[in-house]
């Protein structure tokens, strides 16, 4: 079934100096679907991340963002695609002058001409979705807990209900429980307002728990993309060792005890 | 986003009869509409209705914000008393509307703020407090400061000599170009500004008396230290508050190295060697400024100034600026580094910090300057 893909990536090359990152990296995300990136520290999973949302530009190679081409975009054209995607950066990226509800209304009062109590209305709205208590509202994000600095980030990034959202190591820092209370949420949010989630992670039971497909970022491209299972076949020494090694197993162990369960 | 069919004021097609009310969403219910929509639901009337229905079989697309209006309306019939339904939702839109209903929690969206009459006096009353804490606490890590400084000098070899060039070169060899412009400058406008009205007296000649006695005793090192609050104030406090920020400092208390020791000291001492080398340059700038509008304004030669600043200057005019000069580069540094090591939480702090210390910095300097002109003009000198 061939589905649509949102964001596609082709040719990519990205390099710094002389060290090159990504040659000739291809890559669809489809409508829909939560997609997971692993790969070795230093394959360049927040580079591929920071091209695609146009934070770098790569040396070589076509990105479609929403059928349009990057590069041949209008400046007005560009806005309106950043509108349609939301994303959270490894520690939040909250702005530390703003409250947590101010911190979600940024893109709201940016964009959009709300009445403040439409926008406070909103802002609530959101932060109940992530699971934040309502007292979190009107505090500073150095006043909030790592966990709690993730998810106001969320609420932030889905403030304009995008239909892309985009994680950089969404688990990275919580405690387990933390951690799969976290994935819960994405799986649930992704359900409740059908995004479509692109989510760099090294948590094997994120993975596990909701990705639906994987690509493997290794020998400077994509190496290989499919569900979790044919990555389990996969004869590669890379992937072998991180689907087969110790914690790899251990995932896997945890995940047929919560089917039997 | 993609194109929708209803126009400005056409969201809701309202039909009512005496007691219900049918209510029809058309077009795209989204974020970007919500302020149109939100305009027309305002203008349905709640009173007096015994049930209400949301058909939702021509609504468009859905998202958070337009369920959250749904919502609202809905809640807001009910309390007016309506049994309220709602048709024609697709699952995932009943799904939405769930999850928006859960979330009805309302949220403060700043931290509540009371009365402004009482905050400003609670605002006083924190700013002094807080004044008179910043000052104990500056005394007291003067003392820790001051501590470690003789520790060190009874153990030389505890001194981070490479740091402390460093920061001699930072904040000393770097500071000697804008230094030198700056009093340059200050010298000639005082040398001409003093000629000026001392010409009414025909005393003109005595600018050089204003100069001597201005650049060596009190304008050439009170520039100097402005000048070094800040730039090497300010850069202290912004250095130490990023390491703060970034936890390095505990890093480095967890080593069992003494930040003090380590930041604190090189900084402090380069500042009390600095600041006197710093002024004295100053003096000599000031000066040659001042003889070289002399020498093209009244035409008193270089070598008639020179005579002449001998005549208006004796020893302790010069001697005066270097005893002061290594406490303003001691409370510059003290501060500075105080207010680095008191950045906490986010990057705005920094700022604050940084901004404290410079205007504390100023404000130190001056009042040091004041206590030693009281005393010397107690000594005599």
């Not at chain 1, 497909?213 to 991180?242: F, N, S």
């Not at chain 2, 126009?7 to 974020?31: H, I, M, Q």
């Not at chain 2, 009365?115 to 609670?122: R, W």
Request: charged fraction near 20%.
């Amino acid at each position: 079934m061939q589905r649509e893909a949102v964001i596609s990536v082709r040719g990519v090359r990205n390099q710094f100096g002389r060290q090159v990152i990504h040659d000739g990296l291809d890559l669809d995300i489809h409508r829909g679907e939560v997609l997971g990136i692993v790969g070795g520290s230093g394959t360049g999973k927040s580079v591929l991340l920071r091209t695609i949302l146009g934070l770098n530009k790569p040396a070589e190679g076509r990105i479609q963002l929403f059928g349009q081409m990057r590069g041949e975009m209008t400046s007005a054209q560009e806005r309106a695609v950043e509108r349609r995607w939301g994303v959270l950066f490894q520690d939040g990226a909250l702005f530390s002058s703003l409250t947590v509800a101010q911190n979600i209304q940024v893109s709201l009062r940016e964009h959009l001409h709300l009445p403040q109590y439409l926008m406070d209305e909103i802002a609530a709205v959101k932060i109940a979705l992530v699971g934040l208590p309502p007292e979190a509202g009107p505090k500073y994000p150095s006043e909030l807990s790592g966990g709690m600095r993730k998810r106001a980030g969320l609420a932030r990034a889905l403030a304009l209900d995008p239909e892309v959202v985009f994680l950089d190591e969404p688990t990275a820092g919580l405690d387990p429980i933390g951690a799969a209370a976290f994935d819960d949420l994405i799986k649930n949010l992704q359900a409740t307002l059908g995004l479509t989630v692109f989510m760099v992670t090294h948590d094997l039971d994120s993975l596990y728990a909701i990705c639906d497909r994987i690509a493997v970022l290794a020998e400077k491209r994509v190496l290989v993309t499919g569900t979790i299972d044919e990555l389990m076949q996969h004869a590669h020494p890379w992937i072998k060792e991180y689907f087969h090694g110790p914690r790899g197993r251990a995932a896997v162990a945890a995940k047929e005890r919560n089917a039997q369960a | 986003m993609s194109d929708h069919t209803a126009e400005s004021g056409t969201w809701l097609d309202v039909s009512e009869d005496a007691s219900s009310l049918l209510l029809r969403p058309l077009g795209d219910w989204v974020v970007t509409h919500s302020a149109d929509i939100d305009a027309d639901l305002q203008t349905v009337d709640a009173y007096g209705r015994h049930s209400a229905t949301f058909d939702l079989s021509h609504l468009g697309r859905l998202d958070t914000a337009g369920a959250w209006l749904i919502h609202r309306t809905r809640r807001t019939l009910e309390r007016a008393g309506a049994s309220v339904t709602i048709a024609g939702a697709t699952v995932p839109q009943a799904t939405l509307l769930n999850a928006v209903a859960r979330g009805d929690k309302p949220v403060f969206p700043e931290p509540h703020v009371g009365n402004i009459f009482t905050n400003l006096v609670v605002r006083m009353g924190h700013a002094l407090e807080e004044a008179g804490k910043t000052t104990r606490e500056i005394v007291g890590f003067m003392g820790l400061v001051l501590e470690t400084l003789f520790k060190t000098m009874l153990n030389p070899k505890r001194l981070r000599v490479t740091s402390t060039a460093y920061h001699m070169e930072q904040t000393g060899l770097n500071a000697v170009p804008i230094v030198c412009m700056i009093t340059f400058l200050i010298g000639a406008v005082m040398a001409y500004q003093g000629a000026e009205q001392l010409r009414r007296f025909g005393a003109e000649v005595f600018a050089v008396n204003l100069v001597a006695a201005g650049f060596l005793r009190e304008i050439g090192i009170l520039l100097t230290a402005i000048m070094v609050a800040g730039r090497s104030g300010s850069a202290f406090t912004a250095q130490i508050g990023s390491m703060k920020l970034r936890e390095e400092i505990d890093a480095m208390r967890t080593m069992g190295l003494d930040p003090v020791e380590v930041l604190v000291l090189p900084r402090v001492i380069s500042l009390i060697i600095m600041v006197p080398v710093l002024g004295f340059i100053a003096a000599m700038m000031g000066m040659l400024g001042g003889g070289l509008v002399l020498w093209l304004e009244l035409g008193m030669s270089p070598g008639m100034y020179i005579e002449r600043l001998y005549e208006a200057a004796d020893f302790w005019d010069g001697a005066v600026a270097f005893v002061k000069a290594p406490f303003f580069g001691l409370m510059i540094g003290l501060i500075g580094c105080f207010e680095g090591l008191k950045v906490e939480g986010s990057a705005e702090s920094v700022g604050q910090r940084t901004t404290a210390s410079v205007v504390e910095g100023i404000f130190t300097v001056i009042v040091v300057d004041a206590i030693f002109s009281i005393l010397f003009l107690k000594l005599g000198i």
